[in-house]
């Protein structure tokens, strides 16, 4: 029989722990959060040999998944993108950078900058390209620091490919659609979760959010901001295009979507008694 494996594409900051976690709920210690970064860095060369030989994993989560993908005797691979709007996901990284309890320099540094100076240093092109077009670069085959039109239209492609494709303002949509997708190989999935300090859902939220930030930052960050992120920001429209279509063609997504809400107010209420 072929065995199916659901590789988490887990991009920084785009709500991947609250999806790793719905992972090991539903697979245990057949869920597998890979953490030798320099390895999964290999790509394919690394990571089909060592799913090869890791027969009992069912799902498998990294910061550093490599494209393509490799093709493993017997086995499905289902990767999952989670995007984020990338104004909102600058301000994301910002207050995590700030909370690290990390000691080296930079991390020191970070903590006493301001959000407007903590943008401005992180678009110098020596720094670190963790909020300029992250995304769009995590979809490629190959890492760029300088990204054209060709790059995106890569980027574009594999985002349209991608079945288990999210959105973070559209999670629970997002997660209503994995398991359309998901159910035909794993018949009892619940991709239910506890929100804990993070505002997922609803565009009113992330509009909220995005005018926050950009009242934060002079015109003249804006602009660098918005040079910096192009290609990012045309990935989240084109991934918020293509998440809309697929709802509009779910066949009762809305009372599907009643379920799901039902489903994490239960596990939460789970949670709530078992700490009483």
């Not at 959060?33 to 027969?55: C, I, N, Q, S, W």
């Not at 085959?141 to 790059?151: F, H, I, M, R, T």
């Not at 009762?252 to 789970?270: E, M, P, S, V």
Request: hydrophobic share 35%.
């Amino acid at each position: 029989m072929e065995r199916t494996v659901i590789i988490h594409c887990h991009i920084f900051k785009n709500a991947g722990t609250i999806f790793d976690r719905s992972l090991e709920r539903n697979f245990g210690q057949a869920f597998f959060v890979h953490r030798d970064d320099e390895k999964m860095k290999k790509g394919a060369e690394y990571l089909g040999p060592f799913l090869h030989e890791h027969t009992y994993i069912k799902a498998l989560s990294s910061h550093h998944i490599r494209f393509p993908l490799p093709d493993v005797s017997n086995t499905r691979l289902l990767p999952t993108l989670i995007i984020r709007h990338p104004v909102d996901r600058v301000g994301s990284v910002y207050l995590f950078e700030r909370k690290q309890d990390a000691q080296t320099p930079e991390a020191i540094n970070i903590r006493k900058m301001s959000f407007q100076n903590y943008v401005l240093w992180r678009m110098k092109p020596t720094n670190e390209g963790i909020i300029r077009n992250f995304q769009t670069r995590y979809c490629l085959d190959e890492q760029s620091e300088v990204l054209n039109e060709e790059n995106y239209k890569i980027a574009q492609k594999r985002i349209r490919e991608t079945h288990l494709l999210g959105l973070v303002d559209y999670y629970d949509e997002s997660m209503v659609l994995f398991e359309e997708v998901l159910r035909p190989y794993y018949p009892d999935i619940n991709l239910a979760y506890i929100k804990e300090n993070v505002t997922l859902g609803g565009e009113r939220g992330l509009e909220q959010r995005v005018n926050a930030i950009f009242q934060s930052l002079s015109i003249e960050i804006i602009d660098i901001l918005f040079a910096n992120n192009q290609w990012d920001l045309m990935l989240y429209l084109e991934a918020k295009s293509i998440i809309k279509e697929r709802m509009a063609n779910t066949p009762y997504f809305t009372d599907k979507l009643n379920d799901f809400y039902q489903r994490c107010l239960a596990l939460r209420n789970r949670r709530h008694y078992k700490r009483i």
